[in-house]
């Protein structure tokens, strides 16, 4: 059952339609087969026109919807033989932010990630995809793991932003996002980070600051929500259209600005109408880009991800 978003009410009353139609003709009654395949000719033609031209604000709601794949479908699907690995060793495992070992073709890797979860129970159990500062420093953990290892990083990066609480406050949720940023850029080994839906403030940066970032197509990547963007320059939220606009958070404006360094493409109408071409699509990504940086070594690595960032809005 697909989850329409607003600008697809068209689209569903359509698919509606066809439905209703397919359902009659699996009666026998009527041979109505060159109706149907008639209304789904001019439905699929109206999805990809509308994904064809999403604006900012749009991209947005794709990349929030439900049905997108998460962390753990991105690691059945891209990975073999994950192994979790918990804790930050100093106050708590943060289920927000998961990651662990994994095997990438013939490629041994450190697969970092925020899992946002994908019904009630779940969202709740990984706080909606918002890490803590413990969730943090368990990255660092983990990537300072893979580097002792040689081990390449790849970080999946799903969030609105890092959780505001005042408990993650209170335990240094600024400066366990500063110390994640500086452990990317410190990494001895290569690392490609991918925005696969939301890439929120810091809480995004703190795992994406790569020698490669990869973005999906209708994922949107910037340093607040359009909503709070919104609230702070019009004090109101329904500005959020506008806002999104005027912040360029989607993959093509960022591209063009080289702040990520490859638009990953999804199916027609969004990772979430057909996850398994989307994540093959990012399997095969994310490995071209690490056989590129494998010809590097860690000076190399180093120097070419400063040089990156150093260079950004200069």
């Known amino acids: 059952m697909v989850s329409y978003l607003d600008f697809e009410k068209p689209i569903a009353e359509l698919e509606a339609r066809i439905n209703e139609l397919r359902e009659t003709a699996a009666t ?3 041979d109505i087969d060159a109706e149907i395949a008639k209304l789904q000719q001019r439905s699929d033609k109206m999805l990809k026109d509308s994904y064809a031209k999403l604006t900012p604000w749009q991209k947005t709601q794709v990349a929030r919807h439900p049905d997108r794949p998460h962390f753990k479908h991105y690691v059945a699907g891209i990975f073999e033989e994950f192994i979790p690995l918990a804790g930050d060793r100093a106050f708590a495992d943060d289920q927000a932010i998961i990651g662990g070992f994994a095997k990438l073709g013939d490629r041994r890797v450190m697969v970092i990630g925020h899992e946002k979860g994908d019904d009630t129970a779940s969202r709740i159990k990984h706080n909606f995809g918002m890490g803590k500062p413990e969730g943090y420093r368990k990255a660092i953990r983990l990537m300072e793991l893979a580097s002792r290892f040689g081990l390449p990083v790849v ?8 959780f505001p609480g ?3 406050e209170e335990r240094g949720q600024a400066e366990a996002i500063a110390r994640s940023t500086e ?3 410190a990494l001895d080994v290569p690392m490609v980070a991918a925005v696969v839906g ?5 809480g995004a940066i703190a795992l994406a600051a790569a020698n490669r970032v990869l973005m999906f197509e209708h994922a949107v990547y910037s340093v607040i929500s359009p909503e709070g963007c919104a609230s702070i320059l019009w004090r109101t939220a329904e500005k959020a259209s506008e806002a999104a606009t ?3 958070v989607t993959a093509q404006d960022l591209k063009g600005l080289n702040v990520i360094d490859r638009i990953v493409p999804e199916p027609v109408g969004g990772a ?4 398994d071409e989307a994540i093959s699509a990012l399997r095969q990504a994310i490995t071209e880009e690490l056989s590129d940086l494998a010809k590097l070594n860690a000076i190399q690595l180093r120097k070419e991800r400063a040089e990156k960032f150093l260079k950004m809005g200069g």
């Open 28 to 30: 026998g009654e009527l």
């Open 155 to 162: 970080t999946l990066v799903d969030t609105s932003g890092a």
């Open 166 to 168: 005042v408990q993650a």
């Open 183 to 185: 452990a990317c850029l």
């Open 198 to 202: 939301e890439g929120g403030s810091g």
């Open 246 to 248: 005027a912040m360029q």
């Open 272 to 275: 979430h109408r057909n996850p």
